[in-house]
């Protein structure tokens, strides 16, 4: 019924770049707000980005900003992250989630989760 589905991880070198999407099936994603979260081994799930509803509002970690740009396009059901001049320290799994009740976006919160993708960095 809802469901999410990320794709785009991979191998990458430091410097490179990788676009994540996150894909909604069962339901529209236009009602939602989405963020992008991950969580390496040993640390806790980190907000990356999140995007509104109507795309105008985003919001990113300090860790990513600069680097990293959310997008969505509601009438392809996708919300897309650009991953450029990537670090070591970007390696994690990568999650989407959708917020049926954020104003704006939320960087710590989500209601419905996809499985995640892995994104490693490495030389």
């Known amino acids: 019924q809802l469901q999410l589905v990320e794709s785009g991880g991979g191998l990458v070198q430091p410097g490179g770049f990788l676009r994540l999407s996150c894909a909604a099936s069962?339901?529209?994603?236009?009602?939602?707000?989405v963020g992008w979260f991950r969580q390496a081994p040993g640390k806790e799930r980190e907000g990356v980005s999140c995007?509104?509803?109507?795309?105008?509002?985003?919001n990113y970690a300090e860790s990513v900003k600069g680097r990293f740009t959310i997008s969505r396009d509601n009438a392809k059901n996708t919300v897309s992250l650009q991953m450029d001049s990537l670090k070591p320290e970007d390696t994690a799994v990568y999650y989407c989630?959708?917020?049926?009740?954020?104003?704006?976006?939320?960087?710590?919160?989500?209601?419905?989760w996809g499985q995640g993708t892995q994104v490693t960095v490495s030389s």
């Open positions: 069962g339901f529209t994603l236009d009602s939602y707000a």
């Open positions: 989630a959708a917020d049926a009740k954020a104003l704006g976006c939320s960087l710590t919160r989500g209601d419905y």
């Open positions: 995007i509104s509803r109507s795309g105008r509002i985003t």
